[in-house]
């Protein structure tokens, strides 16, 4: 089964400063989906940024961009000029891309960013 | 273009009683997938429905049910409510095929007392 750790419960950055959001990932699969999703306290989820696994170069969204190593089975997340507004959980998840019907969003625990003035 | 809506937004129900939350996906979206969002247990996957199918399924007990309409509006069901079921069930919406993305609505947050 599919599993996605993110091993930083917590993480602080000051405004306008960048930081980076851990994940590693299990899996048997050569094929998948990698995503970094936002939940703000209104609880609505965001979707950030997206990876194909079969794209070697790395997703960037804006201020948003990831650190996809496949080998290592890890998918960062880097936070660049930081704002108030991004201050939110942050979920990785992980979705097969073939496997049959199985669409299915396996997610990390997710990590609490809190941003600084 | 409309988000996808969830009704109701905010639920208290005594154990043992049902619910029926309800979840409207974005237009054109024909799938739709269900979540349950608790601080133990983060999020897991209930099950998805597609073109009025489940397709795939959660490891849930079978007191959560669910159904998709022709329409593709979906609603999901709980009977003989559990304190533990008190959690955020998020909705999703999804194009047909294997690219795609899921876009979330604001979830149901049921309490159960």
């Known amino acids: 089964a599919q599993t996605v750790t993110q091993s930083q419960p917590e993480m602080s950055v000051q405004e306008a400063e960048t930081v980076t959001l851990s994940c590693t990932y299990d899996t048997s699969e050569s094929d998948y989906y990698l995503f970094w999703y936002k939940q703000p306290p209104s609880r609505q989820m965001i979707l950030v940024i997206r990876?194909?696994?079969?794209?070697?170069q790395n997703a960037t969204e804006n201020r948003f961009s990831v650190n996809f190593q496949k080998a290592a089975k890890s998918f960062s997340l880097k936070i660049s000029d930081s704002q108030l507004g991004d201050a939110a959980m942050y979920f990785c998840a992980y979705r097969p891309l073939s496997g049959g019907s199985n669409y299915k969003l396996t997610f990390g625990k997710g990590t609490l960013l809190t941003v600084n003035p | 273009k409309a988000g996808v809506t969830q009704t109701p937004r905010y639920l208290i129900k005594t154990r043992g009683q049902q619910v029926t939350l309800s979840c409207s996906p974005i237009s054109g979206h024909r799938s739709v997938s269900w979540y349950q969002q608790t601080p133990g247990q983060g999020l897991q996957f209930l099950f998805e429905?597609?073109?009025?199918?489940?397709?795939n399924k959660g490891n849930f007990p079978g007191r959560f049910s669910g159904r998709q309409f022709s329409n593709s509006r979906s609603e999901m069901n709980v009977s003989t409510l559990e304190l533990g079921d008190s959690a955020l069930y998020l909705c999703?919406?999804?194009?047909?095929?294997?690219?795609?993305?899921?876009?979330f609505g604001p979830g149901t947050r049921l309490t159960v007392t």
């Open positions: 429905y597609f073109s009025e199918t489940q397709r």
């Open positions: 999703a919406s999804s194009l047909l095929g294997a690219n795609y993305e899921q876009y």
């Open positions: 990876q194909e696994a079969y794209k070697q």
